[in-house]
């Protein structure tokens, strides 16, 4: 599974952005899949999740409200649209799968990484 991330870019605080992930080599749709950021000096965390189906979603406290995570398996491509944004959502965001179905939290528990799409959100 390759997974391509996209849309991210500059924005405001009090902006939006929608983010993509495309996956390729096989389908997905029977993946959990979710979204992982990255700030500059700090660990890679959990922001939002959905299983296979796209019926159960988990989102980080830090989030919960202004993004949704969806899915579209005919599209074998996964969204996080993010609103409300402020500058501490400033980070390299990363797609992931994985071959269990559920909507989980831990970053150890999937396989397959994209490589990353870039927000900037300025004050």
């Known amino acids: 599974v390759q997974l391509q991330a996209s849309g991210g870019g500059l924005a405001q605080a009090g902006g939006s952005l929608r983010l993509s992930c495309a996956a390729s080599?096989?389908?997905?749709?029977?993946?959990?899949m979710g979204w992982f950021r990255q700030a500059p000096g700090k660990e890679r965390e959990f922001v939002a999740a959905i299983n296979w189906i796209g019926d159960t979603t988990n989102y980080a406290d830090s989030v919960q409200g202004r993004f949704t995570i969806s899915r579209e398996n005919a599209k074998n491509t996964l969204y996080l649209q993010m609103n409300g944004l402020k500058p501490e959502d400033t980070g390299v965001y990363y797609c992931?799968?994985?071959?269990?179905?559920?909507?989980?939290?831990?970053?150890?528990?999937?396989?397959?990484w994209g490589q990353g799409t870039l927000v900037t959100v300025s004050s």
């Open positions: 080599g096989r389908t997905v749709s029977s993946y959990g």
């Open positions: 992931a799968a994985s071959n269990n179905g559920a909507a989980q939290r831990s970053l150890r528990l999937y396989g397959y």
